[in-house]
């Protein structure tokens, strides 16, 4: 059967725009760097590249990368890491691998496209668990998880933290989310790409060191600011389904550009460094719109992340969502995201805060609320 894929909403609105419009206010990526930037981190990393070697690297991925990737989960070693490029391509094999048509998915939702769509065009059936608007942030539901399953349910989905909310799962609901899943014999599919970006304080495991058929998403786009590297990688216990994802990669990249996989395990290895920084980004730009938003309490409800560099603020405008962030980015070149492209209902932006032009970008959207919007 034909795999029938819709329009990627959000990547086809970045298309028209990321690389035109002057003031990105949407972002979901943290600031990068250049490539001298990231080799200056460590002795001996310049001459290192300029060894690396251009041949085919491992399906697997580079061994000493997986070998450090493993260092971050507690339970896990380099046998439960494969490296893919990017985040997306783990989300498309793993669909692939671990569903068939017919089968029935549940899904956390508002989310990245992909996270359903992909189950969808396989021919699964997509039950949505809602995040729900509270008085002053996201809410989510553990009772209502449960009542989605069904005998046909295969796979939990998930993606914490929340791209485009920041709602960020607690332990607690990690753990209640495994039991759901142990009960019915469930997988659960983490996305965790914002991993590290959590503002609350609080540590929480990577879902793979959990619970025996998770598999974790994790990758350098994101909280390292590296997405031109396109490195990404799966984290999972268990062996069957990490071998089939293995074998199903010999047909989308085989594996990934040496280059890139010698870049990554140097921002690994000096992790510390670039995400202190770019939390202290985040945290710095989250103050400058509290204020921002206090000032328009008219205009819009807060929802402050909980954790990752984005959140989904409400919009209190009777103009529609779409036609707002349009007028915005023809006339004052300021790019938001409405929500029409998470096909939720609901008026929405997201903001992303992980770019050292925050500030500029905001004084821009003021500027524009100021003396320019007409209701
Ligand atoms: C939740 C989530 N998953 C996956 C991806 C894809 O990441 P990548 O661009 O590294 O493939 C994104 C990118 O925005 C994302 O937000």
Avoid at 21 to 45: H, K, R, T, V, W
Avoid at 110 to 134: D, H, K, M, N
Avoid at 181 to 193: C, I, K, Q, T
Avoid at 292 to 317: D, E, V
């Amino acid at each position: 059967m034909k795999m029938r894929l819709k329009d990627f909403e959000l990547e086809v609105y970045f298309d028209k725009y990321e690389f035109t419009a002057p003031y990105l206010l949407s972002q979901s990526d943290c600031q990068s760097m250049a490539i001298g930037e990231l080799l200056a981190l460590e002795p001996g990393a310049q001459e290192n590249l300029m060894k690396t070697w251009l041949g085919y690297s491992e399906v697997r991925g580079n061994p000493g990368l997986r070998q450090e990737i493993a260092g971050l989960y507690d339970r896990l070693t380099a046998e439960n890491i494969l490296v893919h490029a990017g985040a997306q391509e783990p989300i498309f094999n793993f669909m692939n691998v671990a569903l068939s048509p017919g089968d029935h998915v549940v899904c956390m939702v508002p989310t990245y496209q992909s996270l359903f769509e992909v189950a969808g065009a396989i021919g699964c059936q997509v039950a949505r668990w809602e995040l729900a608007q509270g008085e002053s942030g996201w809410l989510l539901d553990l009772d209502a998880l449960g009542k989605l399953i069904t005998p046909k349910t295969r796979a939990i989905v998930l993606n914490s933290p929340n791209n485009p909310t920041g709602y960020t799962l607690s332990r607690e609901e990690m753990q209640a989310v495994t039991a759901i899943a142990r009960r019915h014999g469930l997988y659960v599919f983490s996305d965790e790409v914002y991993k590290d970006l959590e503002l609350d304080g609080q540590q929480r495991p990577w879902f793979a060191d959990m619970y025996e058929n998770a598999v974790s998403l994790g990758v350098m786009s994101k909280a390292y600011g590296l997405a031109g590297l396109r490195i990404g990688w799966i984290a999972t216990p268990n062996r069957q389904l990490y071998e089939k994802m293995a074998r199903f990669k010999h047909y989308t990249t085989i594996c990934s550009s040496s280059p890139s996989e010698y870049l990554a395990l140097v921002a690994l290895r000096n992790r510390d460094k670039i995400l202190s920084r770019n939390r202290a980004i985040i945290r710095e730009n989250l103050d400058l719109a509290e204020a921002f938003f206090a000032r328009h309490p008219h205009f819009f409800l807060n929802n402050r992340p909980m954790g990752g560099p984005i959140a989904f603020h409400q919009l209190k405008i009777k103009e529609p969502v779409a036609d707002f962030c349009e007028a915005l980015v023809a006339r004052k070149g300021v790019l938001l995201l409405p929500s029409t492209v998470y096909s939720f209902p609901g008026p929405y932006i997201r903001m992303g805060y992980g770019r050292k032009n925050f500030p500029a970008c905001l004084e821009k959207l003021e500027e524009y609320l100021r003396e320019d919007y007409r209701p």
